[in-house]
């Protein structure tokens, strides 16, 4: 299942503060692949990876993910498409600063509106995915930037979304966790087959892509 936007156009803002941060952009995302989202500062990564996590409708154009087109549900339904379909890791893992590791996975279930009982088992499989086996109970305080952002990974799969966002993830880590965390986030889509799409100003993450899309260019292969 592919993600592909069609002819998007955002305008933010209003007054002589209204800005256009997409438009008409286009670019088809492959599932199974990591892609890398790249461009200066106001290019509208952020802005595409909400449009594309139906965090933000559109002014004009479609956001199809499969056969569905994100743009054009609902409110009600767009929210329970980010619930159920969609994934998203965060710059700053936005893990919340009370809860252990496996609580930080079993409250997005809550959220999702799953029993986190019954998603136990599957939390502690993903923290052991991502080395953190070790660390079910320790909170984010008592933990390493870059363990964070694995908790964060760990956590936007516990319902194995179709789509996986990530917005700058190796921006807190040194080179080796850089490498080590993109080459994580590269096996993710690979083993579970989901639309993963990283904004990012690092080449570490550029290099390890399959695919990139530059917000200048609008859609470019990846050197093979």
Do not use: W
């Not at 803002?13 to 800005?19: A, P, Y």
């Not at 106001?42 to 996590?53: N, Y």
């Amino acid at each position: 299942m592919s993600l592909r936007l069609d002819d998007v156009t955002v305008t933010l803002g209003r007054g002589d503060s209204r800005t256009t941060a997409l438009d008409g952009f286009g670019a088809t995302f492959r599932p199974g692949v990591l892609t890398a989202l790249v461009g200066p500062s106001g290019s509208g990564k952020s802005t595409l990876l909400a449009v594309a996590g139906a965090l933000l409708r559109p002014d004009r154009g479609r956001v199809l993910l499969g056969d569905t087109d994100l743009a054009a549900l609902s409110d009600r339904d767009r929210a329970r498409a980010r619930r159920t379909r969609v994934g998203y890791m965060f710059q700053s893992g936005n893990l919340l600063t009370g809860l252990t590791a496996e609580e930080q996975l079993l409250a997005a279930a809550s959220i999702a509106g799953r029993r986190p009982r019954a998603l136990r088992a599957r939390a502690r499989d993903l923290l052991a995915e991502v080395g953190l086996e070790h660390r079910p109970t320790h909170r984010p305080d008592q933990l390493s930037g870059g363990e964070r952002q694995r908790i964060a990974l760990a956590r936007a799969l516990l319902l194995e979304p179709e789509l996986l966002l990530i917005d700058e993830p190796t921006a807190a880590v040194d080179r080796a966790r850089a490498e080590d965390l993109t080459a994580l986030i590269a096996r993710t889509a690979e083993r579970y087959g989901c639309v993963t799409v990283v904004a990012t100003h690092d080449p570490v993450v550029t290099e390890a892509a399959g695919a990139t899309v530059d917000m200048l260019r609008q859609a470019a292969p990846a050197p093979s």
